[in-house]
Antibody, heavy 120, light 107 residues
Framework: EVHLEQSGPEVIQPGESLKISCKAS????????IAWVRQMPEKGLECMAM????????KYNPSFQGNVTISVDKSTTTAFLQWSSLKASDSAMYYC?????????????WGQGTLVTVSS | EIVMTQSPATLSVSPGERVTLSCRAS??????LAWFQQKPGQAPRLLIS???TRATDIPARFSGSGSGTEFTLSISSLQSEDFAVYYC?????????FGRGTKLELK
């Protein structure tokens, strides 16, 4: 059974760094894209970045490039999203999602979400 | 970036009714279109991919249709557990983009 288990909620002060995680299980981690999706309070869904673990090929949404870094650890089948300096506007729910097989993957499995609150 | 437009934003319906939700893309997707359901406090769940293929364990009352730029999601007989927000998403191009959602609320 495919499962994406995300790290717990975070309360962070502005300017601090943060790395959230997504532990994947139940499938061959290396050969499926994995992505991060942001959902701000009462707002829609935005795809931030996507990575192919086998070769670490990465795609960033231009709206997020430079502000976040996506990475994976193949040895622990874990994906990460990190910020070097958070702002209040980064407060949101963040979901990791698995991309389906095929040349144009869609998001077939979702993690439970990690709530990030940036506040002084 | 492909812009996805969903209508209506909110739909007031009664259990047992048939509902149709619309999604329009700013350029042709062929059939690279997915639908998701999100209930309060939960992650979105995949309902439909390829514009019309139901995901695993999705009831047959959910159906998708369309191609190119116009798509619909239909629920044949609304159940109480179907009151939620529904999002369409294109996966033809990067970045993947979502519509703003249609909320089904109890009439």
């Amino acid at each position: 059974e495919v499962h994406l288990e995300q790290s717990g909620p975070e309360v962070i002060q502005p300017g601090e760094s943060l790395k959230i995680s997504c532990k994947a299980s139940g499938y061959n981690f290396e050969t499926y894209w994995i992505a991060w999706v942001r959902q701000m309070p009462e707002k829609g869904l935005e795809c931030m970045a996507m990575i192919y673990p086998l070769d670490s090929d990465v795609k960033y949404n231009p709206s997020f490039q430079g502000n976040v870094t996506i990475s994976v650890d193949k040895s622990t089948t874990t994906a990460f999203l990190q910020w070097s300096s958070l702002k209040a506007s980064d407060s949101a729910m963040y979901y990791c999602v698995r991309g389906s097989v095929g040349p144009s993957p869609f998001f077939d499995y979702w993690g439970q979400g990690t709530l990030v609150t940036v506040s002084s | 970036e492909i812009v996805m437009t969903q209508s209506p934003a909110t739909l007031s319906v009664s259990p047992g009714e048939r509902v149709t939700l619309s999604c329009r893309a700013s350029q042709s997707l062929h059939t690279n279109l997915a639908w998701f359901q999100q209930k309060p406090g939960q992650a979105p769940r995949l309902l439909i991919s390829g514009a019309s293929t139901r995901a695993t364990d999705i009831p047959a009352r959910f159906s998708g249709s369309g191609s190119g730029t116009e798509f619909t999601l239909s629920i044949s007989s609304l159940q109480s557990e179907d009151f939620a927000v529904y999002y369409c998403q294109q996966y033809k191009n990067w970045p993947r983009t979502f519509g703003r959602g249609t909320k089904l609320e109890l009439k």
